[in-house]
């Protein structure tokens, strides 16, 4: 039971350049979310999803976008990198009211 | 807005001193609180929680208690140790808000504990 995974771990990119985020969890939770971390600011919501199929927008959604095709993956893309974005991107699983369990995070860096 | 305010650190106490970590909130409706700990290289773990006022969690020897009267939930422990060093969260999810857990953070405690 390996919980919640993120992959990669660490990504240095240019500006403009695109990437994707995966985040994977074995928990069958219906639930799942993108944070940012940056120094001083806690974290924030990004984008996430209540079930298979489904997102939404969170409290700071420009920028970037979601896509959950299977219950058990939510990747995050970026599709054209600015250094505003560089953070440590954090994923998360949950049941409907539950807690909330975290990945070990993607630290990016946007030269 | 919803909003959960900490105390600044870093915090830096000797081992077995007692923590305090104070953490307010302002919200619309009836929040859950929670404390969250980041350790080191690592994503964040939940510490404790309280979903209604005069609730205390406590775990690992951690507590704290849902104020509903100054809108605060304080994070203490008796006598700290080492291996507690890490960044504290404390956090709210508004009850009714939908199925989704969301949860607003505030922007994190660093407690460093030397022997």
């Known amino acids: 039971n390996a919980g919640v995974t993120q992959t990669p771990k660490f990504r240095v990119l240019k500006t403009g350049q695109s990437m994707t985020l995966l985040c994977a969890q074995d928990m069958n939770h219906e639930y799942m979310y993108w944070y940012r971390q940056d120094p001083g600011m806690g974290l924030r919501l990004i984008h996430y999803s209540v079930g298979e199929g489904t997102t939404a927008k969170g409290e700071v959604p420009d920028g970037y976008n979601v896509s959950r095709l299977k219950k058990q993956n939510f990747l995050l893309g970026l599709e054209s990198a600015a250094p505003s974005q560089t953070s440590v991107y954090f994923c998360?699983?949950?049941?409907?009211?539950?807690?909330?369990?975290f990945g070990p995070g993607t630290r990016l860096l946007v030269l | 807005g919803d909003s959960v305010t900490q105390m600044e650190g870093p915090v830096t106490l000797s081992e077995e001193a007692f923590l305090t970590i104070n953490c307010t909130y302002t919200?619309?409706?009836?929040?859950?609180l929670f404390w969250y700990v980041q350790y080191p290289g690592e994503g964040l773990q939940l510490l404790l929680k309280a979903t209604k006022a005069d609730d205390k969690g406590s775990n690992k020897g951690f507590e704290a208690t849902y104020r509903k009267e100054t809108t605060s939930f304080h994070l203490e422990k008796g006598s700290v140790q080492v291996s507690d060093s890490a960044v504290y969260f404390c956090a709210l999810r508004l009850v009714g808000t939908g199925t989704a857990s969301k949860l607003t953070f505030g922007t994190g405690t660093r407690l460093q504990v030397t022997l």
């Open positions: 919200a619309t409706g009836y929040p859950s």
């Open positions: 998360a699983s949950s049941y409907s009211y539950e807690t909330q369990y």
